[in-house]
């Protein structure tokens, strides 16, 4: 699947949360002192919310990275209310400032492999490791190893900028290859840690300002609950294999559709005998080839993935005259294709030969599929969506007699 920017999008409902945080921060001396102490509690709340959702969806990731962040406000609260100009409150701080980034690229780069089980034990195991790394140095080291160490990271870019030159380039390496994870996955949990990274590099830089960690960190919280809560919309109405909306989606989506519509059913051909013939997995992978060539349907249709190897467009608002190019385009593109096998007889021996040979498909190990499409509209005839459907499912039988790889309507 080609890369692309379009994971970029995740990060906009986190960037406006960073964004209203940031105008939060400016209305600080406007809250009533009665309310401070409610919000120096408030990030607490908010990641033990996100301690529950993560449990309950089973998301270790997310789990991991409330807990990182809850300790680390801990930390602020409980050992950063004083001057950094005393040692071990500047040894915290500069210890927060190194590790909290890492910690956060060491979530997003972890796969997320669920919470109680043996593979949860990783993700899980970094906060206790920070801290017990952090006090274990505070209580073995003297004061002046200790000062020592502070002392290295003291370099700071300019007067009034409380980070260290070195935490402010591990936060900036921790972000772009946070980024990196997010193009290379397109999921919520690393638009999420992102956006993490980003408000701890502002909290920490901003140190002196008043309010800062309570305001900021709570827009950490909010920004984990959204991306799990996403995440977990995505879980329930993505397919996993395909990537593509799946039946519950399209079942939603038909219910509200208005006027006018059209809907498209496809099914690959002959796919029993490509299973049999290639196996399971190498079937899964082309079920993927084929998904990926639907999601770029044009015109304003929406494809899902039906079931099997089965799949459908719906184009809201089209009569089914104009949606055919935009199908017939579709059905060319995957007929066009030539899917490279590479099984146990044709696999390169060694990684340079694989090199070598990638990009250049032989005759022997190529295949490709093909897929039949029917195609309905609605009409004073069939006026609701079950009918339409009914009608694209009789017109795909009708392209499946016509000798298959061609649109029946
Ligand atoms: N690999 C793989 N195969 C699947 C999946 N879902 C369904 N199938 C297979 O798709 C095949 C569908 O076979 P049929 O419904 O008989 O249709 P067909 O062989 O494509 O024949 P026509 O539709 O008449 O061209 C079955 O062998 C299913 O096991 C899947 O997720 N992965």
């Known amino acids: 699947m080609p890369l692309t920017l379009k994971p970029l999008l995740r990060l906009t409902l986190p960037l406006l949360v960073l964004a209203l945080s940031f105008y939060a921060l400016g209305k600080t001396p406007l809250i009533n002192s009665n309310y401070l102490e409610l919000l120096g509690l408030l990030p607490y709340m908010i990641f033990a919310v996100v301690l529950g959702l993560a449990h309950y969806f089973n998301r270790s990731r997310f789990f991991s990275a409330a807990l990182l962040l809850t300790t680390a406000y801990w930390l602020i609260q409980s050992h950063l209310q004083t001057s950094l100009t005393e040692l071990y409150p500047l040894y915290f701080y500069t210890a927060l400032s190194l590790l909290l980034p890492l910690g956060l690229l060491f979530l997003a780069v972890l796969p997320e492999r669920g919470l109680w089980n043996m593979h949860g034990i990783l993700p899980l195991s970094i906060t ?201 385009a579709v059905r060319e593109a995957i007929a066009d294709y030539s899917i490279s096998l590479r099984d146990k007889t044709t696999r390169p021996k060694n990684s340079k030969e694989g090199v070598t040979q990638r990009g250049k498909p032989t005759k022997k190990n190529t295949v490709s599929v093909t897929i039949s499409i029917g195609v309905a509209e609605k009409t004073e005839h069939q006026t609701n969506p079950e009918q339409v459907l009914k009608a694209a499912d009789k017109a795909l039988y009708r392209a499946k007699q016509n000798g298959r790889n061609c649109l029946a309507r």
């Open 128 to 328: 206790p490791l920070l801290v017990l790394m952090t006090y274990t140095a505070s209580l073995q080291y003297s004061q002046q190893q200790l000062s020592d160490f502070t002392g290295f990271f003291a370099i700071k870019p300019y007067s009034g900028y409380v980070l260290s030159i070195y935490a402010s380039l591990g936060f900036l390496v921790s972000l772009l290859l946070a980024l990196v994870m997010l193009l290379i996955r397109n999921n919520e949990a690393e638009a999420s840690f992102c956006a993490c990274i980003i408000l701890a590099y502002v909290t920490l830089a901003g140190f002196d300002q008043p309010l800062i960690s309570s305001i900021l960190f709570s827009a950490c919280g909010l920004t984990l609950a959204i991306g799990l809560l996403r995440n977990s919309f995505e879980m329930a109405y993505r397919d996993d294999l395909t990537g593509l909306l799946g039946r519950r989606a399209f079942n939603e989506k038909i219910r509200g559709l208005g006027k006018q519509y059209s809907i498209a059913m496809m099914d690959v051909d002959h796919f029993k005998k490509f299973n049999d013939t290639h196996g399971h997995d190498v079937g899964d992978d082309v079920l993927k080839i084929v998904a990926n060539h639907i999601a770029q349907v044009t015109g304003g249709g929406i494809p899902y993935r039906y079931g099997g190897e089965e799949f459908c467009v719906i184009f809201p608002g089209k009569k089914m005259k104009p949606c055919v190019p935009h199908l017939e």
